[in-house]
T-cell receptor, first 112, second 111 residues
């Protein structure tokens, strides 16, 4: 089975630009999570979707961040405008029915 | 609120030596406990989990962890490590849907 697929794997862009990260969850999973990993703060939950509906977005840092899940097989995390402090590795994870979360390989984002 | 403390940020060991990675948690409700492993430039992979039942849980590659409710701990152990075990290890607690991670322990196995 294909795992959680994230794209791009790496993104380098200049501050002020819009950044869009993409995630395809495992087929049949109905919960999706976006995490951010930094050296200083470790792994932080940004937002959680259940059945395509955002349930908890309390971890989204500020209004520059937005996430959508238009259907069960696709989600995006957008940063507009991006800032150097947004540089991090962003992970997407999915699960169903109380099973452990499965993680993608992440997107390494660098904002210059 | 829940929190996870991994007491060691780095653990260097020699190949074939035993290792213990420590994890303590705090939570006001019942939780599920997990260890995830992260190899360089990869996502997190589930190593083992405690949901209920036997307090000693094992993975397929020789790791084990014991849930100790009185000490609120879930330490990870392996009696003999390999070079290939070099990775970062994360302890996590889940309550409802929410996973809270520790800061991670970098295990480096030297020849």
């Amino acid at each position: 089975d294909a795992g959680v697929i994230q794209s791009p794997r790496h993104e380098v862009t200049e501050m002020g630009q819009e950044v869009t990260l993409r995630c395809k969850p495992i087929s049949g999973h109905n919960s999706l999570f976006w995490y951010r990993q930094t050296m200083m703060r470790g792994l932080e939950l940004l937002i959680y979707f259940n059945n395509n509906v955002p349930i908890d977005d309390s971890g989204m840092p500020e209004d520059r961040f937005s996430a959508k899940m238009p259907n069960a097989s696709f989600s995006t995390l957008k940063i507009q405008p991006s800032e150097p402090r947004d540089s991090a590795v962003y992970f997407c994870a999915s699960t169903r029915g109380g099973q452990p979360q499965h993680f993608g390989d992440g997107t390494r984002l660098s904002i210059l | 609120a829940q929190s996870v403390t991994q007491l060691d940020s780095q653990v260097p060991v020699f190949e074939e030596a035993p290792v213990e990675l420590r994890c303590n948690y705090s939570s006001s409700v019942s939780v599920y406990l997990f260890w995830y492993v992260q190899y360089p430039n990869q996502g997190l992979q589930l190593l083992l989990k405690y949901l209920s039942g036997s307090t000693l849980v094992e993975s397929i590659n020789g790791f084990e962890a014991e849930f100790n409710k009185s000490q609120t701990s879930f330490h990870l152990r392996k009696p003999s490590v390999h070079i290939s075990d070099t990775a970062e290890y994360f302890c996590a607690v889940e309550s409802n849907y929410k996973l809270t991670f520790g800061k991670g322990t970098l295990l480096t196995v030297n020849p």
